[in-house]
């Protein structure tokens, strides 16, 4: 997993033209502009989903991973908290791999980070995530945030880039 600021996401370059893309984007779009639905930016290889919701307590957190896709996920407008664990770990599944969705569902971790407006994570297939989690217990504000999906090819390193 990594986290860092937006400003900072031309670093990431060098992880792959997938990841290369998606942080072009994310740097050169007006994000807050774009209604929540789905937006290609090179098919199925990477997209971007944008979501507005309201963080969820942490009771209903769900962690997951993918096979398929990297997801760099970034906060435009508010502030949340992401879980995660690494795979290595060796938590329990609790729901199998579903291709439909490429998902994993696993028993809960205890790491978790927040994550303000204008900071990112990406997330490869070795990282369990649990995001749009709520900052404290009082009720938490909307939430804006992009998760470009970058598809994991075969002929990268390790961790899909």
Same mark, same amino acid.
């Given at each position: 997993?990594?986290?860092?600021?937006?400003?900072? =996401?031309?670093?990431?370059?060098?992880?792959?033209?997938?990841?290369?893309?998606? $942080?072009?984007?994310? &740097?050169?779009?007006?994000?807050?502009?774009?209604?929540?639905?789905?937006?290609?930016?090179?098919?199925? &290889? #990477?997209?971007?989903?944008?979501?507005?919701?309201?963080? /969820?307590?942490?009771?209903?957190?769900?962690?997951?991973?993918?096979?398929?896709?990297?997801?760099?996920?970034?906060?435009?407008?508010?502030?949340?908290? $992401?879980?995660?664990? =690494?795979? &290595?770990?060796?938590?329990? *599944?609790?729901?199998?791999?579903?291709?439909?969705?490429?998902?994993?569902?696993?028993?809960?971790?205890?790491?978790?980070? #927040?994550?303000?407006?204008?900071?990112?994570?990406?997330?490869?297939?070795?990282?369990?995530?649990?995001?749009?989690?709520?900052?404290?217990?009082?009720?938490?504000?909307?939430?804006? /945030?992009? *998760?470009? /999906?970058?598809? #994991?090819?075969?002929?990268?390193?390790?961790?899909?880039?």
């Amino acid at each position: 997993m990594i986290k860092d600021r937006l400003e900072n =996401a031309e670093a990431y370059a060098p992880l792959g033209p997938g990841i290369a893309r998606a $942080m072009q984007y994310l &740097r050169q779009t007006d994000l807050s502009r774009l209604e929540p639905g789905r937006y290609e930016i090179d098919g199925d &290889r #990477v997209f971007v989903v944008v979501q507005r919701y309201r963080p /969820k307590p942490l009771s209903e957190a769900a962690w997951e991973s993918h096979y398929r896709y990297i997801d760099v996920q970034c906060v435009i407008e508010g502030a949340e908290r $992401m879980g995660h664990l =690494a795979l &290595r770990a060796g938590p329990r *599944v609790i729901k199998p791999y579903d291709p439909e969705t490429d998902l994993i569902f696993y028993e809960p971790g205890t790491d978790l980070l #927040v994550f303000q407006a204008g900071e990112f994570a990406i997330f490869s297939p070795q990282d369990i995530h649990a995001p749009g989690l709520a900052v404290d217990s009082r009720p938490a504000g909307e939430v804006l /945030k992009a *998760v470009v /999906k970058v598809r #994991v090819d075969e002929d990268r390193g390790p961790c899909g880039f």
